[in-house]
């Protein structure tokens, strides 16, 4: 078990707790786990020649195991006069250097550093239900017993489920008592819960050893196959805990019920040193399935994680679909890691995937992957960094349906791209293949159509001058820029490394054509408003950092009614505003328009198909609707033939405005 689950989710302590306790019942011991499934630890920790208490022995056989293996100095004491003389009983003859003694672990009789080893199976959980200060009184002096009848270098073995208020006061007491404190996850016994009880629920050792003169405080875990992970905090090791009594009571609840109710669940898996997940799971369910079950996990490749099907609710509900399970989970591969291959992928992913079964493929060891392909895709990292205005940014390259894209991410959205660029190879003078940008390639549906509307104003063979707010990766920029061979552009971007990440990474370039202008938006257009600048079209292509005002793009103050009559000021007498709103709100989106036709004469929009995007055009023009129609009929016949004339795209590449020509809605003052 090398991966470790964290929820996406939220989940009451109280159920877990309470949902644990009552399936429980009397079977207390067993939940633990006996020998068999601890003994990796107990011969680790404890060794032939040391002298070993168990307190609270109950009628467990571990100490019988321990004798067997070997090791003969062994005390066993508990509070039940009945279970010490049974346990007695049976052991007298067989083991005869086995003790067994009536005696309160709160209290004991024991002289000073008698015992090299404490070991506690399920007795501090028992003497800790709750945190009433009766029941700390008591445990104090457990601890401080112990602490008195354990020998310098001594250690106590805790086998507990560790309760969040149990683990805090361990830690409390130990590391400040000079112990060092160590977590250790014992996947065995919870493997044989699962078997027995068909659910599994988070057991773990806790090892104090105890030092007389420990000059730092050492807090470790073992939450994963592998070494000791050191922790700077008793809030690491909480929250580390927790996370996996968390995941696990997913992995329970998925066994017992379906999700399809809640659309899905999903998890992130670490690796234990790891700062960043390394792949995220969504867990989904058909409605309404009887009988057997089908289940599979299906993997998405590198650069895949940003399409519809897989970054969207409803994508995935279509990827369950398609894929004709009734439980699916879709793993999605995390860009701050590298990846070796499928067998690779497959192999680290098992384990998890088999806990997310339902109850009755629980045991299967079968569970089939599926994917695009065989290959988990490749990710190479160009630039990393961070701006003032969009926060940590990534520049990748992925493989993609066969070709090559490099993408701008901004990890505060990672499953949207910013920017995206074709890469093509070309050849140099002396031969040598290098990579570049296609200045041809559209990768987002909305720059075409922005584009079919400025094609509609400009004279292609003119210096007409557009302005575009919002420069991004600059691949709109470059289109437009390569297309029209004598057309001025002035992008408008508040973000100055965006503005370097545009040259030196997407292509843009820089001449008495392009120019980039670093200010804000609003500021642009209200100060050349003022000096009566004009444009033939001003495009707003910008994102929102505010999501919680139901419009992503563009912000919300680029749409009060100043600014607009602003735009307006800007604009030539038969210039265009073209504006790419994205807002799933249809109030948004209709108070918008209506803010826009108090402004401008006439407006077209077009509603992107299985997209949120919307452009909206809008102009004083007096054409009417059939007009305007057909003017911008023949701008996306006319931009069809500039890439080709200008071999930025084939023949058989060009664009189908088709959808665009049907759906195009066109009103008038």
Not at 18 to 43: D, H, M, Q, T, V
Not at 129 to 156: A, H, Q, W
Not at 235 to 255: F, H, K, R, Y
């Amino acid at each position: 078990m090398n991966l470790l689950p964290k929820t996406h989710e939220e989940f009451s302590q109280v159920e877990y707790w309470n949902a644990f306790f009552k399936k429980r019942g009397k079977k207390s011991f067993e939940w633990y786990g006996e020998y068999p499934e601890l003994c990796n630890i107990l011969l680790k920790y404890i060794k032939i020649k040391d002298n070993v208490l168990i307190v609270g022995c109950g009628n467990s056989t571990v100490s019988m195991c321990l004798y067997d293996a070997g090791y003969r100095c062994i005390t066993n004491i508990d509070t039940s006069h009945i279970v010490i003389k049974q346990m007695h009983d049976i052991n007298a003859s067989v083991r005869p250097d086995l003790i067994f003694k009536q005696m309160d672990a709160t209290q004991m009789t024991y002289a000073n550093e008698s015992f090299s080893v404490v070991l506690d199976k399920g007795t501090l959980d028992a003497l800790m239900p709750d945190t009433k200060e009766g029941t700390m009184s008591t445990v104090n002096r457990y601890f401080k017993d112990i602490t008195r009848v354990l020998r310098n270098g001594g250690r106590y073995i805790c086998i507990s489920l560790l309760q969040e208020h149990i683990l805090k006061e361990l830690l409390s007491y130990f590391p400040n008592a000079g112990f060092m404190f160590r977590v250790i996850r014992c996947h065995e016994a919870e493997a044989k819960a699962r078997i027995d009880e068909g659910s599994s629920i988070p057991v773990f050792a806790v090892v104090a050893t105890k030092f007389l003169n420990l000059q730092q405080t050492i807090l470790e875990t073992v939450l994963t196959d592998g070494p000791p992970k050191r922790l700077s905090s008793r809030e690491d090791i909480t929250s580390a805990i927790l996370s996996i009594q968390q995941s696990a009571l997913i992995c329970n609840s998925l066994q017992k019920r379906s999700v399809a109710d809640i659309g899905e669940i999903s998890l992130d898996l670490y690796r234990p040193d790891d700062k960043y997940p390394r792949y995220t799971i969504y867990i989904l369910d058909q409605a309404k399935t009887h009988g057997s079950k089908t289940y599979a996990a299906f993997i998405v490749p590198q650069g895949k994680e940003t399409d519809w099907l897989f970054s969207t609710k409803g994508g995935r509900q279509q990827v369950l679909k398609s894929a004709q399970r009734d439980r699916l989970a879709i793993v999605t591969l995390c860009r701050e890691h590298k990846f070796e291959n499928w067998d690779a992928v497959k192999s680290e992913l098992e384990d998890c995937i088999l806990n997310l079964a339902p109850e009755v493929l629980s045991g299967k060891t079968d569970i089939p992957f599926l994917s695009l392909g065989s290959d988990v895709g490749k990710r190479n990292i160009c630039c990393e960094g961070k701006s003032d205005t969009s926060g940590s940014f990534v520049v990748e390259e992925v493989e993609n349906d066969g070709s090559e894209f490099r993408r701008l991410i901004f990890l505060s959205n990672p499953y949207v791209i910013q920017s995206e660029a074709r890469l093509k190879q070309v050849k140099s003078r002396r031969g040598k293949v290098k990579k570049i940008v296609d200045p041809g390639f559209l990768a987002c549906h909305h720059h075409l159509y922005m584009s079919i509307a400025v094609t509609s104003v400009i004279d292609i063979k003119g210096q007409d001058e557009i302005v575009i707010i919002g420069l991004g990766g600059g691949s709109l920029c470059t289109f437009l820029y390569n297309c029209f061979c004598k057309l001025k552009i002035v992008a408008v971007e508040i973000d100055e490394v965006m503005l370097k990440i545009a040259t030196d990474y997407f292509g843009l370039t820089l001449d008495e054509r392009m120019k980039v202008e670093i200010i804000d938006g609003i500021q642009f257009i209200k100060e050349n408003a003022a000096n009566e600048k004009k444009y033939k079209a001003i495009l707003f292509d910008v994102d929102s950092k505010d999501t919680t005002i139901g419009m992503s793009c563009p912000p919300k103050q680029f749409l009060e009614m100043s600014v607009i009559k602003s735009i307006r000021k800007c604009l030539t007498d038969n210039g265009i505003f073209i504006l790419n709103l994205v807002s799933r709100d249809q109030n948004i989106k209709k108070k918008v328009k209506h803010d826009l036709m108090s402004t401008f004469k006439s407006i077209a929009s077009y509603c992107i198909q299985d997209e949120v995007n919307e452009i909206i055009i809008c102009s004083m023009s007096e054409s009417n609707c059939d007009e305007w129609r057909n003017e911008l009929k023949i701008a996306a016949i006319t931009l069809n033939e500039q890439v080709t004339a200008k071999k930025l795209l084939s023949n058989e590449d060009k664009f189908d405005i088709t959808s665009f020509m049907e759906n195009l809605s066109i009103e008038s003052q």
